[in-house]
């Protein structure tokens, strides 16, 4: 999977969460949050990041 790819398909996984959350009936932001945080907060995503970023990361850390 290209970076981009990665970066794509990271930013869909976490919107179908948000959109699970927004929709009526009971929810739990703790459990959210939880899984938000699982797919976000991942070493390929950041490294995916930074070099899809470039120089504009240039000084700036995303490591976990």
């Known amino acids: 999977m290209t970076d981009q790819a990665l ?4 930013l869909r996984k976490a919107g179908r969460i948000i ?3 927004i929709e009526p009936g009971p ?4 459990q959210t949050l939880s899984r938000l945080i699982a797919v ?4 390929d995503l950041a490294r995916a990041i930074e ?3 470039g ?10």
């Not at 120089?55 to 976990?64: P, Y």
């Open 7 to 10: 970066d794509i398909s990271t």
């Open 19 to 21: 959109g699970e959350y």
């Open 27 to 30: 929810r739990d932001a703790e």
């Open 40 to 43: 976000l907060e991942t070493q």
């Open 51 to 53: 070099r899809v970023a």
């Open 55 to 64: 120089g504009e990361m240039k000084g700036q850390s995303l490591a976990i």
